[in-house]
């Protein structure tokens, strides 16, 4: 199984117990202009937050009643562990969970190691300083969403 497809069983799957966790059964098919008037769109947000930060994050989306599922991940430049975070709500609620998220995942600067070659079996190592921290985000619509 390739990645794309590993991934879009894990969506499947975590977008499923998300929107049974909300209480939701269905919302109205591909979100038209109309239906985010009205507000009945859904969307899933995911958000990928270093793993220094998750516990905040998730403290203060569950304490703003959003339902979120967690996902141990890693990646980046430092191959680092994240946490990605799953959150289904409606469209008039997206906002205020990226605000959330961007008030407890900042950004700082961490020293790493790096090690340079001056030659034939010559190295030496220095420190180098590197941002890490903050969040990445995306939002996506919800064609249909089922309560089993």
Not at 4 to 22: H, M, P, S
Not at 45 to 73: C, G, H, M, Q
Not at 118 to 146: C, D, H, K, L, W
Request: glycine share 8%.
């Amino acid at each position: 199984m390739d990645f794309d497809a590993a991934c879009a069983i894990i969506c499947a799957v975590q977008t499923e117990k998300l929107f049974a966790a909300a209480g939701r059964r269905q919302p109205p098919a591909p979100c038209a202009a109309a239906d985010q008037l009205e507000g009945d769109c859904m969307k899933l947000i995911f958000a990928i937050v270093s793993n220094d930060d998750s516990s905040r994050v998730s403290k203060e989306l569950t304490k703003n009643k959003y339902s979120v599922t967690k996902l141990a991940t890693t990646g980046g430049f430092l191959m680092a562990g994240n946490t990605t975070f799953l959150i289904g709500t409606d469209d008039d609620r997206v906002d205020d969970v990226i605000r959330i998220i961007g008030m407890h995942s900042k950004k700082r600067t961490q020293m790493v190691p790096s090690s340079a070659s001056y030659g034939v079996g010559m190295y030496t190592s220095f420190p180098v300083e590197v941002q890490v921290g903050g969040a990445t985000i995306f939002v996506t619509n919800i064609e249909r969403f089922e309560k089993l």
